[in-house]
Nanobody, 115 residues
């Protein structure tokens, strides 16, 4: 069982930046994929970005060029640097890990973009 703990959410003005972190614990082996999903008010959960253990990344079209995902395999931690934030980025952001053929989720952290 993998436990995921997010941090770094909060309130930011449009055009601002935030950095989310997610620390994984409980894994005996390398975690195949880590990433971030989000769920805004009245919407379904959607992929934001994900990164494989080898470094390959995928981004949602809506965040390309503004968000950067990275990971520290030694620390089992994944980061999401979010720049040029927009009001439509407001959502609960969930950390995700794919490990031993199972999906694992964090508890979520709120990101609010508002003036």
């Amino acid at each position: 069982q993998v436990q995921l703990v997010e941090s770094g959410g909060g309130l930011v003005q449009p055009g601002g930046s935030l950095r989310l972190s997610c620390a994984a614990s409980g894994s005996r082996f390398s975690i195949n994929v880590m990433g971030w999903y989000r769920q805004g008010p009245g919407t379904q959960r959607e992929l934001v970005a994900r990164i494989a253990s080898g470094g390959k990344t995928n981004y949602a079209d809506s965040v390309k060029g503004r968000f950067t995902i990275s990971r520290d395999n030694a620390k089992n931690t994944v980061y999401l640097q979010m720049n040029s934030l927009k009001s439509e980025d407001t959502a609960v952001y969930y950390c995700y890990a794919y490990y031993l053929l199972s999906d694992h989720w964090g508890q979520g952290t709120q990101v609010t973009v508002s003036s």
